[in-house]
């Protein structure tokens, strides 16, 4: 349920009606705009009715919401979310960050080296897995803390902020220096993890996962959001199908979708989704003109020798053409990169 509030409401009235809601045992979120403000009910309001809430003189209109995901969901914040990481947004239509790394990091000397050439090219933030979620428990696994502390390294180099996995609430003490954490497509309904992201106050990278809906997905972005932490940001990276000439299938449609239900922003990882270095391009090419909020993609100084997944990994001379060329497709929905 959601309760639309006449302009010129004074915060006192405000504060009466939000006391007299509490007292039926619900919650409230409070989303202010420029001329709307919206009280988002949170709980059981089945038994509530609407004529409960019209009698109050600054309620201008009592709607129930059907969608399950209530804070995710663009009825109770109509206005875009702004996700900051740094000087970084994502999301409210403007910039569109791109995220570029190794898929896991190796060495200190590897991370740095791909660090600066990625900054060069115009990525504004910088990714790499440190603890690495495999299908098969004899692939490499990540360097733990020591990828972390080379994560750390490249970020005072280069200046750019890191994103990054965490797969056990028990790593998150080695995660005080990381800007953005990543829950990864296995983790995505991982509930007790995402409950503890609630907590952390850090900008949450939320990922499809790899047979989720896309209810599911908003979903897991509600637990985040209902344990305290409203700094979500979406990330389709391809979900199985019956097919398989690429590595997973890239909804793209989820983009204007989300866009419709959703406040969050909504990023698209290129290089997961089609598994071939060939096509990443192409897809985030089209990921932006379709008006994705930002980009995550795998960049590798030697692909061929890459401990993880590096025949997705773009060479950094080809992601630096990709970047040269992005910035005219983004033109069309008059963002910038």
């Given amino acids: ?51 409960q809430f019209e009698v109050f003189p600054i309620v201008e209109k009592v709607k129930r919401v059907s969608a399950p995901y209530k804070l995710a969901g663009r009825a109770f914040h109509p206005k875009d979310s702004v996700i900051k990481v740094g000087d970084v947004t994502f999301g409210g239509k403007g910039m569109i960050p791109v995220i570029a790394g190794p898929c896991s990091v190796e060495t200190e000397e590897q991370v740095v080296s791909i660090a600066k050439d990625v900054k060069s090219a115009g990525a504004r933030l910088l990714r790499g897995g440190a603890f690495k979620p495999r299908t098969s428990p004899y692939s490499f696994q990540g360097l733990g803390k020591t990828g972390l502390e080379f994560l750390i390294t490249a970020k005072k180099e280069t200046g750019l902020p890191v994103v990054t996995e965490l797969m056990d609430i028990r790593q998150l003490e080695y995660f005080d220096d990381v800007d953005v954490i990543q829950i990864g497509a296995r ?13 952390t106050g850090k900008p949450i990278l939320l990922k499809r996962g790899m047979s989720a809906t896309v209810k599911e997905l908003l979903m897991s972005a ?35 979708y989300l866009h419709k239900v959703s406040h969050l922003p909504i990023i698209i990882d290129p290089s997961h989704a089609c598994g071939q270095r060939w096509m990443v391009g192409t897809l985030a090419k089209a990921s932006v003109a379709c008006d994705a909020d930002g980009l995550i993609i795998e960049v590798h100084n030697d ?35």
């Avoid at 939000?18 to 309001?45: A, C, F, W, Y």
């Fill in 222 to 256: 509600e637990y985040i959001m209902a344990s305290g932490n409203e700094n979500v940001i979406l990330c389709e990276r391809g979900i199985r199908t019956f097919d398989n000439y690429t590595r997973n299938c890239l909804d793209i449609s989820i983009i204007p």
């Fill in 187 to 199: 983790n995505m309904q991982n509930f007790d993890l995402l409950k503890e992201m609630g907590k």
């Fill in 1 to 51: 349920m959601i309760i639309t509030l006449k302009n010129g409401s004074k915060d006192n009235q405000i504060d009466e009606l939000v006391k007299s809601i509490k007292d039926r045992g619900l919650d409230v979120h409070i989303s202010k705009g420029d001329n709307l403000t919206i009280l988002g009910l949170l709980g059981d309001t089945s038994a509530i009715e609407t004529e």
């Fill in 303 to 337: 692909p061929e020798k890459a401990l993880c997944d590096g025949e997705q990994s773009l060479h950094p001379q080809e992601f630096a053409e990709l970047m040269r060329e992005l910035p005219q497709i983004a033109a069309i929905n008059r963002r910038t990169m």
